[in-house]
T-cell receptor
């Protein structure tokens, strides 16, 4: 029973366009959400997070949107670049917890 | 570099053998985590240390898996009587503190374990 679901294993986007990666969760106790980015042969790197008290958090080209009622979050990457090509993991954890539950990841390919 | 390091980067062993995987966290980070990532999956939690003690080992799949962090810094994940199903990338992460808040975890590059 996957509590964090990333239903798109892969996404292909043209350079300069917006990339939208989606994530759904089932556990209503989750109240902190994170996105990690992973290049081959490297560990995941923290990208951006959002608390359940917010519905949007922006950091440069990256914005995460949270829809609590739908138990859905999305990561938007504007002006996508080939260097953004990586696997993106959505993760979530309950309040006061230190252990995130990860989705299976979405492989983003940004082609010139 | 000042990041999390893991050794070896690759480990090939035979079924039934014992293996040790090492993690050097970022200096000063009190919290240390081990995860296992199987092919096509996201990282799955194994165990969490706060200082020298295992604060949560609920993710260890069975008693063949054990981890230590005797001096509150380096940690070793130990797997006895390895099975082919143990093949995965084992990730270590550290963070400055433990529970809650913006607890950003910094991951190492992982050890790819292959059990033949």
């Amino acid at each position: 029973d996957q509590q964090v679901k990333q239903n798109s294993p892969s996404l292909s986007v043209q350079e300069g366009r917006i990339s939208i990666l989606n994530c759904d969760y089932t556990n209503s106790m989750f109240d902190y959400f994170l996105w990690y980015k992973k290049y081959p042969a490297e560990g995941p790197t923290f990208l951006i997070s959002i608390s359940s008290i917010k519905d949007k958090n922006e950091d440069g080209r990256f914005t995460v949107f949270l829809n609590k009622s739908a138990k859905h979050l999305s990561l938007h990457i504007v002006s996508s670049q080939p260097g953004d090509s990586a696997v993106y993991f959505c993760a979530a954890r309950p309040g006061g917890s230190y252990i995130p539950t990860f989705g299976r990841g979405t492989s983003l390919i940004v082609h010139p | 570099g000042a990041g999390v390091s893991q050794t070896p980067s690759n480990k090939v062993t035979e079924k039934g053998k014992y293996v040790e995987l090492r993690c050097d966290p970022i200096s000063g980070h009190t919290a240390l985590y081990w995860y296992r990532q199987s092919l096509g999956q996201g990282p799955e939690f194994l165990i969490y240390f706060q200082g020298t003690g295992a604060a949560d080992d609920s993710g260890l799949p069975n008693d063949r898996f054990f981890a230590v962090r005797p001096e509150g810094s380096v940690s070793t994940l130990k797997i006895q009587r390895t099975e082919r199903g143990d093949s995965a990338v084992y990730l270590c992460a550290s963070s400055p503190q433990g529970a809650g808040g913006h607890n950003e975890q910094f991951f190492g590059p992982g050890t790819r374990l292959t059990v033949l």
